[in-house]
């Protein structure tokens, strides 16, 4: 790789998607939302936390999670996501300085809506991030009965590379 690549800033890009299944939490951002569903998982199954931390680590081309957090690895069952996205920060300061810009994230979800938890989705992710709740965007969107046994999410981040 060259020594000095020409742009000073940076796209990632994330998704990821959790079967629903009765008798597990749903937790999007790092927020438990009451839902008759919730999403299967090895870890907390929180699609929104783990659609940002692979687009973090895609920004700087270190791979995914599943690198990091094998799923294989009891170690990390019931795994707070939250706790994901912290060591990908770490990871990602070893290796640029950055300052992250904005996170715009969708997630798709038939069922519950989600429109009233908005600002406390996107504040728990901005606190997560250490950004202003403003540099968080969060669209809700459902499959329209495509996808109703599932809970998706996409997520781009942008930084700013010194
Ligand atoms: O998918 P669709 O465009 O029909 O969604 C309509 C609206 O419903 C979205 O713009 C969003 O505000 C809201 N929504 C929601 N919670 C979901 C899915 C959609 O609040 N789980
Ligand atoms: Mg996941």
Not at 49 to 69: E, P, R, V
Request: proline fraction near 6%.
């Amino acid at each position: 790789m060259p020594a000095s690549l020409p742009a000073n800033h940076l796209v990632g890009h994330g998704q990821d998607a959790h079967r629903l299944t009765a008798g597990r939490r749903l937790v999007i951002g790092g927020v438990e939302v009451p839902s008759e569903r919730g999403a299967e998982a090895h870890s907390d199954g929180d699609v929104l936390l783990h659609a940002l931390a692979d687009a973090l680590l895609s920004a700087f081309a270190l791979g995914d999670i599943g690198k990091l957090f094998p799923p294989s690895d009891p170690a990390f069952e019931g795994l707070d996501s939250r706790r994901i996205v912290a060591a990908v920060l770490e990871k990602a300061r070893q290796a640029a300085d950055f300052e992250l810009v904005n996170v715009a994230a969708v997630v798709t979800l038939d069922a519950p809506k989600l429109g009233a938890r908005r600002e406390a989705i996107a504040a728990a992710v901005a606190d997560l991030m250490a950004l202003p709740p403003q540099r968080v965007g969060i669209t809700f969107k459902t499959s329209e009965g495509l996808a109703p046994d599932h809970v998706q999410a996409s997520v781009v981040v942008f930084l700013r590379v010194s």
